[in-house]
């Protein structure tokens, strides 16, 4: 049973950058459509990016448009977010996930993905 793992979050003061990191084991990403979301406490799992399965074509909330970049390699098998301009309330748990694939309207959707990994805390201080 392949899984996800996400690494590179941490503590960065605002206006710095993070880069995360999924990595798949068990599964060959390029045969799915990936997203991200990130949870801030007693909040709903937001949509932050995604991209398509079968192009680079890539989707972000508006809430982070301009600043965070989503790419896929597919030789290494991972995916990432490029986070820049980083603001306090961008703080969150970050999950990577992937799924079948689909529009728009469903790839921002948590249904739209099947696996996900644990999460990696991003903090932001102001």
């Known amino acids: 049973q392949g899984h996800l793992v996400e690494s590179g979050g941490g503590l960065v003061q605002a206006g710095g950058s993070l880069r995360l990191s999924c990595a798949a084991s068990g599964r060959t990403l390029s045969s799915y459509a990936m997203g991200w979301f990130r949870q801030a406490p007693g909040k709903e799992r937001e949509f932050v990016a995604a991209?398509?399965?079968?192009?680079?074509?890539?989707y972000y909330g508006d809430s982070v448009k301009g600043r965070f970049t989503m790419s896929r390699d597919n030789a290494k098998n991972m995916v990432y977010l490029q986070m820049n301009s980083l603001k306090p309330e961008d703080t969150a748990v970050y999950y990577c996930?992937?799924?079948?694939?689909?529009?728009?309207?469903?790839?921002?959707?948590?249904?739209?993905?099947?696996?996900w990994g644990q999460g990696t805390q991003v903090t932001v201080s102001s």
């Open positions: 996930a992937a799924g079948g694939g689909g529009n728009y309207y469903y790839l921002v959707t948590t249904a739209a993905y099947d696996y």
């Open positions: 991209i398509k399965r079968s192009s680079s074509t890539t």
